[in-house]
């Protein structure tokens, strides 16, 4: 028997407009009305709107009568729409059927488009091409569907033709959702087999699980097991999001919906996780789970040492919510206690950061990201390392991470987008013409490399065209040297950083270059030298203060002159003391400047 | 608490100069006479807040462009009002091409003693970047005829670090200012200040600064050139013959208290800093209705008392008495041993002060203190 459910995500490039579309099937199956709908409802979070990223997932039913005569429970599960988050993405996928694969018509197949809708495919999903914007004046219907067709090898005749913005095709693409999506299997009798795409920390509910069920029941009473965690809880209540929390007696196979069981820790209910009856338990979990491990780090430390605690608590905090964020207590010798801090990518790191200074209210000064390395030490034995400054002097050889980064281009801008790879110690995997005017480009480059302003510098060689995506492929030795930074002869210890040897004289030569514009001038002349081991690089040097301003106190003006003065002391304040040299917060972002 | 010194501020003059951002309005002879019918007013109204004064200096603007009259009926409300010792330095500042013979008759006849001209240089083509109104030879036949009024006690206002000026033109200016023989001469860096034509001309790149090496060459040049010609630096950019330092600036390096009186005048009385309004409407307004005409206050509380106290009591070449920072319960010395140790500062007959490579860079140094001051 199957039920008249229909679950379906909807995937997208950032700014194709997944969001608005979600919003117009909300309002037409009357989820929400008019005067409760705020743009973008899904996107709760104030940053999300903000940054215009959606990175929660969330799920909400729908009820839609269809022109058949007959009610469809429509279960519309968002998904976050970045690369850094591409494992909730997949796992949000493996909840669904179907998926709406959204591309803005007059921008046509993007990096994330063909992404994204490679994880519906191994997900063996129904998709129906929705080709959207179809009111801009650039608009070529037309032409994305060839794409589309060219890109992903997708059937296009039955795309369906939309303007999230004007509400237009809203309807054809619930019927579409109707007709095309499978509908789930019931297989309620079965034992309890429930996936986990989402949870986050409610202070009053404690955690919230997000479920697909897919085998059996589950209702409050009964208690549940989280089959990679190995841990038992009792259930005290489910329910569905429509939008709004409403509890439900049960969820059975083909629902979605939420799970409360007094759990404190989103760490027990990492996505991908699978839920099981622990009196009837089903056989092996849900396939695809993937425990997440930060690939990017970096030092986050305090501006005032005095706000160590907080920034402790702050982060304990976060991690209640996010499980694929770590952190773990570290010092420097030049900035002092703070915390070595993992995350998926650097949008996520930045979210994070964005968050503590904001929520928290905290000054925080963060040291350049890093991806952490497997080096073979003596005897064989393995360490990862996750700051350079850890990079022991001797070691038999060092691993770095590779990942495969796929870039669409207009062909104008293929020759500087080449030569962007190379530099960054690319090799090239594919290239294929996508329609006549855009190539689709694959290389295999190390992270590292990636996490050095190279979308910023994809963007503008490509005047804002490129997109790009990438995918983690493995760890691969190269000829790696540990680069250290010395002011007046002391290494800082913060500045370190890891480098190919054939980049390391180049890059030293223009750190030491970036460090000398940041630093100010002191008492003292301030010698920047980069070493790799114990050979010097590069050198410059900050010369000494020589005359400051004798500005005279006029007719008794002393408030003009003490104001001067209070004000260089503030701008003092933001800095860092290492012995007797100050160093500004920029300095030590400065090596991400460094091409 | 009474005080013994009081500033009078005219804030008028012929045209502003490029660099200027004091307060300083367009001179007309009728608003002229209005205002100091209401300083009088203001001077009434703060006569208990003065015992017998030390000094008066009238400082602007252009004071000198005042007429006789003014000047006239101002010191008669002066003494008629307050007490003057009989060795009270009063002070006028004036500007070559708004003196005559016969207003320095008035101002001597009144009882002013000292005068503070600001020449700024010699040379015609700095004062047209400068945007003074007189020449060289105007300056000259101003300080002529102070000479021939018999009046020794005054002083050459000079800049150095101006667009343009070389060290053979401040040489030459410094020459020809001591070659007049002045009691006392200043000798300010020019300081391009936000808000005024240099710094819009040099944002635009119509105008280049310095080298900062020349203008540190200049300041070393003027002070030994000055001590070699017998006149001592007692302040960053003061310098006098024996018997001639100001009595009346060296009261706010030793963080005196003053009384301020006029449009945009600065006073500090019982650890309050006050400022006047600068709208000289609201200023004539206030004073008709018996109202001080008050801009801003701040008190100073003990902590920015001993800042003050730092800051202006090291702008004296002497520096500050360590006796005196102990009796404010400041252990100067704890605070600046490493300052010392290289140079930056010296402790030396009873006092702490800067070492001639340690001035150059006062504000870095005092912003040092400063901190370890916030951290104890």
Same mark, same amino acid.
């Given at each position: 028997?199957?039920?008249?459910?229909?679950?379906? $995500?909807?995937?997208?490039?950032?700014?194709?407009?997944?969001?608005?579309?979600?919003?117009?099937?909300?309002?037409?199956?009357?989820?929400?009305?008019?005067?409760?709908?705020?743009?973008?409802?899904?996107?709760?979070?104030?940053?999300?709107?903000?940054?215009?990223?959606?990175?929660?997932?969330?799920?909400?039913?729908?009820?839609?009568?269809?022109?058949?005569?007959?009610?469809?429970?429509?279960?519309?599960?968002?998904?976050?729409?970045?690369?850094?988050?591409?494992?909730?993405?997949?796992?949000?996928?493996?909840?669904?059927?179907?998926?709406?694969?959204?591309?803005?018509?007059?921008?046509?197949?993007?990096?994330?488009?063909?992404?994204?809708?490679?994880? #519906?495919?191994?997900?063996?999903?129904?998709?129906?091409?929705?080709?959207?914007?179809?009111?801009?004046?650039?608009?070529?219907?037309?032409? !994305?569907?060839?794409?589309?067709? &060219?890109?992903?090898?997708? &059937? %296009?005749?039955?795309?369906?033709?939309?303007?999230?913005?004007?509400?237009?095709?809203?309807?054809?693409?619930?019927? #579409?959702?109707?007709?095309?999506?499978?509908?789930?299997?019931?297989?309620?009798?079965?034992?309890?087999?429930?996936?986990?795409?989402?949870?986050?920390?409610?202070?009053?509910?404690?955690?919230?699980?997000?479920?697909?069920?897919?085998?059996?029941?589950? $209702?409050?009473?009964?208690?549940?097991?989280?089959?990679?965690?190995?841990?038992?809880?009792?259930?005290?209540?489910?329910?569905?999001? $429509?939008?709004?929390?409403?509890?439900?007696?049960?969820?059975?196979?083909?629902?979605?919906?939420?799970?409360?069981?007094?759990?404190?820790?989103?760490?027990?209910?990492?996505?991908?996780?699978?839920?099981?009856?622990?009196?009837?338990?089903?056989?092996?979990?849900?396939?695809?789970?993937? &425990?997440?491990?930060?690939?990017?780090?970096?030092?986050?430390?305090?501006?005032?040492?005095?706000?160590?605690?907080?920034?402790?608590?702050?982060?304990?905090?976060?991690?209640?919510?996010?499980?694929?964020? $770590?952190?773990?207590?570290?010092?420097?010798?030049?900035?002092?206690?703070?915390?070595? %801090?993992?995350?998926?990518?650097?949008?996520?790191?930045?979210?994070?950061?964005?968050?503590?200074?904001?929520?928290?209210?905290?000054?925080?000064?963060? !040291?350049?990201?890093?991806?952490?390395?497997?080096?073979?030490?003596?005897?064989?034995?393995?360490?990862?390392?996750?700051?350079?400054?850890?990079?022991?002097?001797?070691?038999?050889?060092?691993?770095?991470?590779?990942?495969?980064? !796929?870039?669409?281009?207009?062909?104008?801008?293929?020759?500087?987008?080449?030569?962007? %790879?190379?530099?960054?110690?690319?090799?090239?995997?594919?290239?294929?013409?996508?329609?006549?005017?855009?190539?689709?480009?694959?290389?295999?480059?190390?992270?590292?490399?990636?996490?050095?302003?190279?979308?910023?510098?994809?963007?503008?060689?490509?005047?804002?065209?490129?997109?790009?995506?990438?995918?983690?492929?493995?760890?691969?030795?190269?000829?790696?040297?540990?680069?250290?930074?010395?002011?007046?002869?002391?290494?800082?210890?913060?500045?370190?950083?890891?480098?190919?040897?054939?980049?390391?004289?180049?890059?030293?030569?223009?750190?030491?270059?970036?460090?000398?514009?940041?630093?100010?001038?002191?008492?003292?002349?301030?010698?920047?030298?980069?070493?790799?081991?114990?050979?010097?690089? #590069?050198?410059?040097?900050?010369?000494?203060?020589?005359?400051?301003?004798?500005?005279? %106190?006029?007719?008794?003006?002393?408030?003009?002159?003490?104001?001067?003065?209070?004000?260089?002391?503030?701008?003092?304040?933001?800095?860092?003391?290492?012995?007797?040299?100050?160093?500004?917060?920029?300095?030590?972002?400065?090596?991400?400047?460094?091409? | 608490?009474?005080?013994?010194?009081?500033?009078?501020?005219?804030?008028?003059?012929?045209?502003?100069?490029?660099?200027?951002?004091?307060?300083?309005?367009?001179?007309?002879?009728?608003?002229?006479?209005?205002?100091?019918?209401?300083?009088?007013?203001?001077?009434?109204?703060?006569?208990?807040?003065?015992?017998?004064?030390?000094?008066?200096?009238?400082?602007?603007?252009?004071?000198?462009?005042?007429?006789?009259?003014?000047?006239?009926?101002?010191?008669?409300?002066?003494?008629?009002?307050?007490?003057?010792?009989?060795?009270?330095?009063?002070?006028?500042?004036?500007?070559?091409?708004?003196?005559?013979?016969?207003?320095?008759?008035?101002?001597? +006849?009144?009882?002013?003693?000292?005068?503070?001209?600001?020449?700024?240089?010699?040379?015609?083509?700095?004062?047209?970047?400068?945007?003074?109104?007189?020449?060289?030879?105007?300056?000259?036949?101003?300080?002529?005829?102070?000479?021939?009024?018999?009046?020794?006690?005054? +002083?050459?206002?000079?800049?150095y670090g101006i667009p343009g000026q070389t060290m053979d033109s401040w040489q030459d200016s410094l020459c020809r200012a001591v070659r007049l023989s002045p009691a006392h001469i200043s000798a300010y860096e020019l300081t391009p200040e936000k808000h005024t034509p240099l710094y819009r001309f040099i944002l635009s790149r119509k105008i280049k600064m310095p080298d900062e090496n020349l203008v540190l060459e200049m300041y070393n040049h003027v002070t030994e050139y000055l001590s070699r010609n017998g006149y001592e630096g007692y302040e960053i950019s003061n310098f006098a013959l024996p018997?001639?330092?100001?009595?009346?600036?060296?009261?706010?390096?030793?963080?005196?208290?003053?009384?301020?009186?006029?449009?945009?005048?600065? +006073?500090?009385?019982?650890?309050?800093?006050?400022?006047?309004?600068?709208?000289?409407?609201?200023?004539?307004?206030?004073?008709?209705? +018996?109202?001080?005409?008050?801009?801003e206050s701040i008190h100073i509380g003990s902590g920015e008392s001993i800042e003050e106290f730092i800051f202006l009591g090291l702008r004296k070449t002497e520096g500050i008495s360590i006796a005196s920072s102990e009796n404010l319960g400041l252990n100067i010395i704890d605070l600046c041993t490493d300052l010392v140790d290289e140079g930056h500062l010296k402790i030396e007959e009873g006092y702490l002060r800067f070492s001639k490579t340690g001035i150059v860079i006062s504000n870095a140094i005092i912003v040092k203190l400063f901190e370890r001051l916030s951290v104890e």
């Open positions: 028997m199957l039920k008249n459910i229909r679950n379906f $995500s909807i995937i997208a490039h950032i700014d194709h407009g997944k969001s608005t579309l979600a919003d117009r099937l909300l309002e037409y199956t009357g989820a929400l009305s008019t005067r409760e709908m705020t743009d973008q409802v899904l996107d709760s979070m104030d940053l999300e709107r903000e940054r215009g990223i959606t990175i929660k997932a969330h799920a909400v039913r729908l009820l839609y009568k269809a022109d058949d005569g007959k009610k469809y429970i429509l279960n519309l599960i968002d998904t976050p729409g970045h690369v850094d988050f591409s494992y909730e993405v997949s796992r949000s996928l493996a909840s669904c059927e179907g998926a709406l694969l959204v591309v803005d018509a007059s921008q046509g197949v993007e990096a994330q488009t063909v992404a994204n809708a490679y994880l #519906a495919l191994e997900n063996n999903l129904e998709i129906i091409p929705v080709i959207n914007k179809i009111d801009l004046p650039g608009a070529d219907p037309e032409k !994305t569907k060839e794409q589309i067709e &060219d890109a992903l090898g997708i &059937d %296009c005749s039955e795309a369906v033709y939309a303007s999230a913005k004007e509400g237009i095709g809203t309807k054809e693409i619930l019927e #579409a959702i109707v007709k095309k999506i499978p509908p789930p299997e019931n297989t309620d009798e079965k034992p309890l087999k429930a996936l986990v795409f989402d949870s986050w920390f409610d202070n009053y509910l404690g955690v919230l699980i997000l479920v697909r069920v897919f085998d059996g029941m589950v $209702s409050a009473g009964k208690r549940i097991k989280l089959m990679a965690a190995g841990k038992i809880f009792e259930v005290s209540r489910v329910g569905i999001f $429509s939008p709004k929390t409403e509890q439900v007696e049960e969820l059975s196979s083909g629902d979605v919906g939420y799970i409360i069981a007094g759990i404190k820790s989103v760490t027990d209910t990492k996505v991908g996780e699978t839920i099981t009856d622990a009196d009837n338990p089903a056989h092996g979990l849900c396939p695809g789970y993937k &425990d997440m491990k930060p690939m990017v780090f970096c030092g986050l430390y305090p501006i005032h040492s005095h706000q160590y605690e907080n920034l402790r608590d702050a982060l304990d905090k976060l991690r209640l919510n996010d499980a694929s964020f $770590s952190y773990e207590p570290e010092s420097s010798l030049a900035l002092g206690f703070g915390f070595r %801090c993992g995350f998926l990518g650097l949008l996520h790191m930045e979210i994070v950061q964005e968050r503590l200074e904001r929520e928290f209210d905290l000054s925080l000064l963060s !040291t350049a990201p890093t991806v952490i390395y497997r080096v073979t030490v003596k005897n064989g034995k393995i360490i990862y390392i996750d700051n350079p400054a850890m990079l022991p002097d001797k070691y038999e050889a060092i691993e770095e991470p590779y990942v495969v980064t !796929t870039i669409f281009v207009p062909k104008d801008f293929i020759g500087p987008v080449l030569d962007l %790879c190379q530099e960054k110690r690319g090799v090239q995997r594919s290239f294929h013409f996508i329609g006549k005017e855009r190539v689709r480009i694959e290389y295999e480059l190390p992270l590292n490399e990636i996490l050095w302003d190279f979308y910023n510098r994809l963007k503008s060689i490509s005047k804002g065209y490129a997109s790009m995506d990438y995918d983690f492929l493995g760890y691969r030795e190269s000829n790696l040297v540990k680069l250290n930074i010395l002011l007046n002869g002391e290494v800082v210890d913060a500045l370190s950083l890891i480098v190919h040897r054939d980049n390391a004289y180049c890059k030293g030569r223009e750190l030491t270059g970036k460090l000398k514009e940041v630093i100010p001038r002191q008492l003292y002349e301030v010698v920047i030298q980069a070493a790799t081991g114990n050979k010097i690089i #590069a050198r410059d040097s900050v010369s000494p203060l020589r005359k400051d301003v004798t500005a005279k %106190c006029y007719g008794g003006d002393i408030t003009r002159k003490r104001k001067l003065l209070e004000k260089q002391k503030e701008g003092k304040k933001k800095m860092k003391q290492f012995g007797k040299i100050e160093i500004p917060q920029e300095a030590f972002l400065a090596v991400l400047k460094v091409k | 608490m009474k005080t013994d010194f009081l500033y009078i501020h005219i804030p008028f003059c012929i045209k502003k100069c490029l660099y200027c951002d004091f307060f300083s309005l367009h001179y007309n002879e009728t608003s002229a006479r209005e205002y100091i019918d209401a300083v009088c007013k203001e001077l009434s109204m703060k006569k208990n807040l003065a015992a017998e004064l030390k000094t008066i200096y009238i400082g602007g603007g252009t004071p000198s462009l005042l007429p006789a009259g003014c000047f006239k009926q101002l010191f008669k409300h002066l003494n008629d009002i307050f007490s003057l010792s009989p060795s009270a330095e009063i002070t006028v500042e004036m500007n070559p091409q708004t003196i005559d013979d016969s207003k320095i008759d008035t101002l001597l +006849s009144i009882g002013v003693n000292r005068l503070s001209v600001g020449i700024q240089s010699f040379s015609n083509d700095e004062l047209r970047t400068l945007g003074r109104i007189h020449t060289a030879d105007n300056a000259l036949r101003t300080i002529e005829g102070i000479r021939k009024a018999g009046i020794k006690n005054y +002083s050459i206002d000079l800049m018997g001639y330092r100001c009595i009346h600036n060296l009261n706010y390096w030793n963080h005196g208290e003053f009384i301020g009186v006029g449009a945009g005048a600065h +006073s500090f009385i019982n650890m309050i800093r006050l400022k006047n309004t600068e709208d000289i409407t609201l200023y004539k307004n206030n004073l008709a209705g +018996s109202i001080l005409p008050v801009g």
